[in-house]
């Protein structure tokens, strides 16, 4: 490949996993395949169930459902290249290319984690004011949550791509990444680039931070309200009913913080690989395999589904 000229790049050049002998990367492409193929087939599973099973037309599993989508989206942004790149290491990805796949990353990883919190605050309603949950947690309020939370991700991926790509990259076109993520692209950039540390700032405390914040005290609140019920095996079964999320949540939120919250000095970029590979790969499977195992009504919907009868264990 001809090296770009020094004023503008056409395209880039994924580092991906090249330093890896070919053996390891067949492995890594077989492990990362049937991944893949787990988490597409999971994620509309549960999509499938949901929409098929009556029962499951709540709250919670309306916005399980719009998860398994975002989700799904997600992972056919970021895997396919990168299952490309590990069959053939001098992976390029043209300038627009490179925007999109920023963009398409940024607005459903964005969309994840707002919906993660509204799934935080459905459990808050449902066990802090269950008198009034049918009220609050409305169809029309579900829908305007969902499309609130898909707009400020659209938003957040607009500004992102377009200061990201304003930046001048001179001659440097190799990204320390198996994809278009913002730091890799910010290390690149042969311009100032305060204004797009700024801007990864204000946006990682708006996905991340502010989101934790609001789910952290939905817990506390639902912990103190599981705290005065009076019978043990009454607060076993309604923390029940939260755990699936909360586990989610924490291994989601553990891994996007580690990369873009924790201060440049300490980023290293084959530790962020490492934990992209996380978020990118098996943090997405967790949705059908926790909210199949642990979620004993979903259990019962594919059973119910599939004309079985559920035994439980």
């Not at 994620?43 to 098929?52: G, Q």
């Not at 037309?57 to 975002?70: E, G």
């Not at 659209?154 to 913002?182: E, G, N, Q």
Request: aromatic share 14%.
């Amino acid at each position: 490949m001809s090296k770009p000229n020094s004023t503008f790049v056409t395209e880039f050049l994924f580092e991906g996993f090249s330093n890896f002998q070919w053996h390891h990367r067949l492995i890594f492409f077989v492990v990362f395949l049937i991944l893949y193929l787990l988490n597409l087939s999971g994620n509309m599973i549960i999509v499938t169930i949901i929409r098929l099973d009556r029962h499951l037309h709540t709250p919670m599993y309306f916005f399980l459902c719009m998860l398994s989508i975002s989700e799904t989206c997600y992972t056919v942004t970021i895997i396919p290249r990168m299952l490309f790149g590990l069959l053939n290491p001098q992976q390029t990805i043209s300038f627009p290319g490179c925007g999109a796949q920023l963009f398409f990353y940024l607005m459903f990883g964005a969309n994840n984690c707002f919906l993660l919190t509204a799934m935080g605050y459905d459990r808050y309603v449902a066990i802090c004011k269950p008198l009034r949950y049918s009220v609050i947690m409305s169809k029309a309020t579900c829908t305007r949550i969902q499309f609130v939370s898909l707009v400020t991700g659209l938003i957040i991926a607009t500004v992102h791509v377009t200061y990201m790509f304003k930046l001048s990259f001179c001659d440097k076109f190799v990204i320390p990444h198996f994809f278009c993520d913002v730091r890799p692209m910010l290390k690149l950039s042969c311009t100032d680039t305060t204004v797009n540390e700024i801007i990864n700032i204000v946006f990682s405390l708006c996905a991340l931070v502010l989101p934790m914040c609001l789910v952290f005290i939905s817990y506390v609140l639902i912990i103190s309200s599981i705290l005065k019920i009076a019978s043990a095996e009454g607060r076993k079964k309604t923390f029940a009913t939260c755990a699936s999320h909360l586990t989610v949540f924490i291994i989601h939120y553990v891994c996007a913080s580690f990369v873009y919250l924790k201060p440049e000095s300490e980023s290293s970029m084959e530790q962020d690989r490492l934990i992209s590979v996380t978020y990118t790969v098996i943090t997405p499977l967790l949705n059908p395999v926790v909210y199949s195992m642990r979620n004993k009504e979903v259990r019962v919907a594919v059973c119910r589904v599939l004309g079985l009868k559920y035994l439980s264990s």
